[in-house]
């Protein structure tokens, strides 16, 4: 099981910017796609962006597609979020989670695939 925690969250006025940070440890960080997911009150958790092994790939939401950008280390064990023209609809709790299969990329943006947890960070974008 890997662990996950995630820092970097805040209050940031619309079109801020915040860097979200999620360190891993345990398994082996560099064979697990990584992804981000958001959850606003009253909603359900949906995904925001994945990164591929090597960090060669990527993958967003359309509701993020061109602010936010995704990239990992993995010689730190640590995947990235940054976040930049923030709305007020971006407000969340921040989630980064491990796909559940090594190697595996399947379901990268569907939140059963995946199967490790941080605790989440609050993100707050006022308007």
């Known amino acids: 099981q890997v662990q996950l925690v995630e820092s970097g969250g805040g209050l940031v006025q619309a079109g801020g910017s915040l860097r979200l940070s999620c360190r891993a440890s345990g398994r082996t960080f560099s064979a697990y796609v990584m992804g981000w997911f958001r959850q606003a009150p009253g909603k359900e958790r949906v995904f925001v962006a994945a990164?591929?092994?090597?960090?060669?790939?990527?993958y967003y939401a359309d509701s993020v597609k061109g602010r936010f950008t995704i990239s990992r280390d993995n010689a730190k064990n640590t995947v990235y979020l940054q976040m930049n023209s923030l709305k007020p609809e971006d407000t969340a709790v921040y989630y980064c989670?491990?796909?559940?299969?090594?190697?595996?990329?399947?379901?990268?943006?569907?939140?059963?695939?995946?199967?490790?947890w941080g605790q989440g960070t609050q993100v707050t974008v006022s308007s």
């Open positions: 989670a491990a796909h559940r299969t090594p190697y595996d990329i399947r379901g990268y943006d569907d939140a059963r695939n995946f199967g490790s």
């Open positions: 990164i591929t092994l090597n960090g060669r790939n990527t």
